[in-house]
């Protein structure tokens, strides 16, 4: 018989590449030889799938997309230049690297994500404790200062009162409220080592 150019008969001098015949067949539409090609091809397609990706799941899946791949580029198999089982192991060996470069890419795109993510929760984690610890000295700041600045300064900056509203809740004169604010915020300042 000759395929392509290419005489494949069993005539004594060699074997007959058996799926080089039913992959030429395939390529003109014949599911039965297709059929008996994925018969006489898949284990073999599946080892050296699995040997590549270890993942059986994933293995399973590239097998299918080898033989799809298979089914539809039949017809750019050339008999005279290559063994068919060569071509169909090539096209498996090939969508198993692929997979595995999917997958590493996919991993390492994780990886940075989740490094972004850590860092960005890092960071509010360590601005909120700062934020506490601030919180925490301006509070032991406060309670050094004499009553009157603490209650001007915490109506002020606490309670959103403006400098009249709390010369009239705590009955003094405006003036004097604004005394008690300057030197309690004096005070703070120098007990925080704040430079004004």
Request: proline content about 3%; overall charge neutral; aromatic content about 6%.
């Amino acid at each position: 018989m000759v395929i392509d150019g290419l005489d494949v008969s069993d005539d004594g001098t060699g074997p007959v590449d058996h799926i080089a015949l039913l992959l030429v067949a395939a390529a003109g539409g014949d599911q039965q030889s297709f059929a008996r090609l994925y018969d006489a091809m898949s284990s073999r397609v599946f080892g050296l799938i699995l040997r590549v990706l270890v993942d059986r799941s994933q293995s399973e899946e590239v097998l299918q997309e080898v033989f799809l791949e298979v089914w539809q580029s039949a017809g750019r198999f050339a008999p005279n230049r290559g063994q068919g089982r060569s071509w169909i192991l090539t096209i498996a060996h090939r969508r198993a690297v692929d997979r595995v470069r999917a997958s590493q890419a996919s991993t390492e795109r994780d990886r940075r994500a989740g490094a972004r993510e850590l860092a960005a929760v890092s960071e509010g984690v360590a601005e909120g404790v700062e934020l506490r610890m601030e919180a925490r000295r301006v509070t032991d700041a406060l309670k050094l200062l004499p009553q009157p600045q603490r209650e001007a300064v915490v109506l002020s900056y606490y309670g959103g009162y403006s400098q009249s509203e709390i010369a009239a809740m705590v009955g003094a004169p405006l003036g004097t409220v604004k005394s008690r604010m300057r030197d309690g915020l004096s005070r703070l300042r120098d007990q925080l080592g704040v430079t004004a």
